[in-house]
């Protein structure tokens, strides 16, 4: 039977001979044989059992579920468990690093935009992907409830039109402005705004922002720090991030 040194079972395997004493001294690849000068002999078995670690290490298995796996009488009955688990960490690993890849890819493209890259624009990037998800929310609740007003709107149009039916639109008129009203109050007391100049976070009032020229992202406004009065960029609020 063939007989194998720590420097041959390492160069087999495509491991470090320090790798091969490691795992040695955690007792789950002793040594067949040790030579009067204490050199450590593998045998075949050794070698098939070192392969097997190797590959479940590729898998990404700690040492410590190796050890266990190898010193189960019916390992059958583990190594299924041991696969589910290591499958759900390696896909949490992976959506994390989609993430990260996601958020570089973000800021590499807000860079783009920005004439100027410094400290403070790159700490207005951060604020906006930290708050990207809270922003999309608010704006999805704003389409939901907006919706069925449209729906009155347009529909009470089309009766009037088409069918002389009048009072369904006054029925729309009622509804729309105490509608607009709180909504208006609701939707600023969730948004602030960066300015762009002094790069500060404020929240405008109810009647500032209603009345200012906006995009989708942006609106109109005189920042309270600075003085500055143009676009800034819509956010929502710091303390609804983390509710």
């Known amino acids: 039977m063939s007989k194998y040194t720590t420097g ?3 160069k087999l395997c495509g491991v470090t001979v320090r790798t091969v004493q490691y795992y040695d001294t955690r007792g789950i690849l002793v040594p067949t044989e040790l030579t009067e000068g204490g050199r450590r002999l593998y045998s075949e078995d050794d070698l098939k059992r070192m392969r097997i670690i190797c590959f479940l290490r590729e898998l990404g298995l700690p040492i410590d579920s190796i050890s266990q796996l190898l010193s189960e009488s019916d390992p059958g009955s583990v190594i299924s468990l041991l696969l ?3 499958e759900q960490v390696l ?3 992976i959506a994390e690093r989609q993430e990260k890849l996601g958020k570089l890819e973000t800021l590499r493209w807000e860079l783009k935009s920005v004439e100027t890259v ?3 624009s790159i700490g207005d990037i951060a604020y906006m992907m930290t708050n990207k998800k809270k922003l999309k929310k608010l704006r999805m609740t704003m389409l939901i409830t907006g919706f069925p007003i449209s729906v009155l709107q347009w529909t ?15 029925v729309w008129v009622i509804v729309v402005f ?3 009203f709180c909504f208006s109050r609701w939707y600023f007391r ?7 100049q002094c790069h500060s976070v404020f929240q405008p009032s109810v009647k500032e922002g209603l009345w200012s020229r906006h995009t989708y992202s942006t609106r109109k406004l005189i920042c309270p720090s600075c003085g500055h009065h143009g676009f800034c960029v819509e956010v ?3 303390e609804d991030i983390h509710e």
């Open 156 to 170: 009470s149009i089309i009766l009037w039109i088409t069918k002389g039916i009048w009072w369904l639109f006054l």
């Open 91 to 93: 896909k949490e690993e």
């Open 190 to 196: 969730k948004m602030s705004y960066i300015c762009p």
């Open 84 to 86: 589910q688990q290591q």
């Open 236 to 238: 929502a609020r710091e």
């Open 178 to 180: 105490p509608y607009a």
């Open 118 to 120: 410094s400290v403070d």
């Open 8 to 10: 041959e079972i390492a």
